[in-house]
């Protein structure tokens, strides 16, 4: 089936080790995103991509770093200079044409904690 | 810059009812996409509905409708028939063809009540 997988679900990290969350497409689709939601609070944008090899800052690109060398796949690497790391990270797609055109769709999420 | 606003952050609905939620935006833009999203306990973020902006008639999914009224940038969610199952946050979102990305509003929490 079609989707977005994130990996691993659950990570728990030591303070001042990096980290990467996996993000895998199967869609086909142009632009991949990172958000990430704190308890009880809205989704704030940290990366996108709309093609393969360029990606842009969001809102709060600050200690988070990614790469796109592949359509499908778009890694989040969140550092220690991210000083609350702590949170629930989504990834997300979407394609720009069609009858879904512009509409995004989530990975089911990955909980990142810092120990 | 282009914002989307959701005046209520929780509300409470009896199981069977009808509810309505509000979102507002604010854009010079006139070809654009409005979105409205669940994010259940699990935290998935589910698509509920979509509309494309030179699209008049209002989008219908099942129990789920939307009212656009464009000139006021104003779009709301309507769930009739209120079940258990539609506890979540609901997310509005929107989207320009000159932007790159989706900016959503800050949810609602919607309670139903047995």
């Known amino acids: 089936d079609g989707g977005i997988t994130q990996s691993p679900k659950y990570l728990f990290r030591k303070e001042g080790q990096n980290v990467t969350l996996s993000c895998e497409q199967n869609?086909?689709?142009?632009?991949m995103y990172w958000y990430r939601q704190d308890p009880g609070q809205g989704l704030r944008l940290i990366y996108y991509?709309?093609?393969?090899?360029?990606?842009q800052k969001g809102d709060i690109a600050e200690g988070y770093s990614v790469s796109r060398e592949k359509k499908e796949s778009f890694p989040l690497t969140v550092t220690s200079a991210q000083k609350n790391p702590t949170a629930f990270y989504l990834c997300?797609?979407?394609?720009?044409?069609?009858?879904?055109?512009?509409?995004?769709?989530f990975g089911e999420g990955s909980w990142l904690t810092v120990v | 810059a282009q914002t989307v606003t959701q005046s209520q952050p929780e509300m409470s609905v009896q199981e069977a009812e009808t509810v309505t939620l509000s979102c507002t935006y604010d854009?010079?833009?006139?070809?654009?996409?409005l979105f409205w999203y669940k994010q259940p306990p699990s935290r998935q973020m589910i698509l509920v509905i979509r509309q494309e902006a030179y699209k008049q008639q209002n989008a219908t999914e099942n129990r789920f409708s939307v009212n656009f009224q464009k000139a006021a940038k104003s779009f709301s969610l309507k769930i009739s028939d209120s079940q258990l199952g539609d506890a979540a946050m609901y997310f509005c979102?929107?989207?320009?063809?000159?932007?790159?990305?989706?900016?959503f509003g800050k949810g609602t929490r919607l309670h139903i009540l047995p």
């Open positions: 854009t010079s833009e006139s070809d654009y996409y």
């Open positions: 979102a929107y989207y320009a063809n000159r932007d790159d990305k989706i900016i």
């Open positions: 997300a797609s979407s394609v720009p044409l069609g009858p879904d055109g512009n509409t995004i769709y």
């Open positions: 869609l086909n689709h142009d632009a």
């Open positions: 991509s709309q093609i393969v090899n360029d990606f």
